[in-house]
């Protein structure tokens, strides 16, 4: 079964190679080419038909693009329609029963939280309250000790309020009559 085709030795010129080419166990007959050959022959076939095929994959993906938002709306519809045939309303029943019982929990939390929060403002508003009190306090306190001072000193008989005293280099001072830069 593994004779050798093709043309007799004689016949063939000492340029090219032979060609092995086998029968195989069901009388097909292939050749026996290496993997370097196998890859040039892919290549001639690319070579050849490059551009049909570069132009069947742009109409491929062109087509697939198109197509894909059909289909998985298709697939969706597919899904929906077998959790319909498998519905069970006892396990509906217990999944819709087990989302009250967690959204129940997950509001006492919020209540909680906010109530605690709730609390803490409070605080918060009644500690700067009691700073704006105690801040008043003592603003009147050195409001009533300032006014004492001022009373004092307005009372004295030698103080002249235009007169430039009290060291606080303040008062009246004329303004100068002499002239400033040059100029026509």
């Known amino acids: 079964m593994g004779?050798?085709?093709?043309?007799?030795?004689?016949?063939?010129?000492?340029?090219?190679e032979p060609i092995n080419v086998k029968v195989s166990s069901g009388g097909q007959i292939y050749?026996?080419?290496?993997i370097w050959d196998q890859f040039l022959n892919g290549w001639g076939y690319i070579s050849r038909y490059g551009w049909f095929i570069l132009l069947g994959?742009?109409?491929?993906?062109?087509?697939?693009?198109?197509?894909?938002?059909?289909?998985?709306?298709?697939?969706?519809?597919?899904?929906e329609r077998q959790e319909e045939r498998n519905f069970d309303p006892v396990k509906a029943e217990k999944y819709q029963d087990a989302m009250l019982q967690a959204r129940?929990?997950?509001?006492?939390?919020?209540?909680?939280?906010?109530?605690?929060?709730?609390?803490?403002?409070?605080?918060?508003?009644?500690?700067?309250?009691?700073?704006?009190?105690?801040?008043?306090?003592?603003?009147?306190?050195?409001?009533?000790?300032?006014t004492k001072k001022k009373a004092e000193k307005s009372y004295d008989s030698n103080y002249l309020p235009l007169g430039g005293g009290g060291g606080r280099g303040g008062g009246f001072r004329p303004s100068s009559r002499r002239q400033v830069g040059g100029g026509g």
């Open 3 to 16: 004779e050798q085709l093709g043309p007799d030795p004689g016949e063939m010129s000492s340029e090219s």
């Open 31 to 34: 050749n026996d080419l290496g």
């Open 57 to 79: 994959l742009i109409v491929l993906l062109y087509v697939w693009y198109k197509l894909r938002p059909s289909v998985q709306e298709w697939q969706r519809k597919q899904k």
């Open 104 to 146: 129940e929990r997950m509001q006492r939390k919020l209540d909680e939280d906010a109530a605690v929060r709730a609390k803490k403002i409070e605080e918060r508003e009644a500690k700067k309250r009691d700073e704006k009190i105690e801040q008043w306090e003592t603003f009147k306190v050195v409001a009533k000790s300032k």
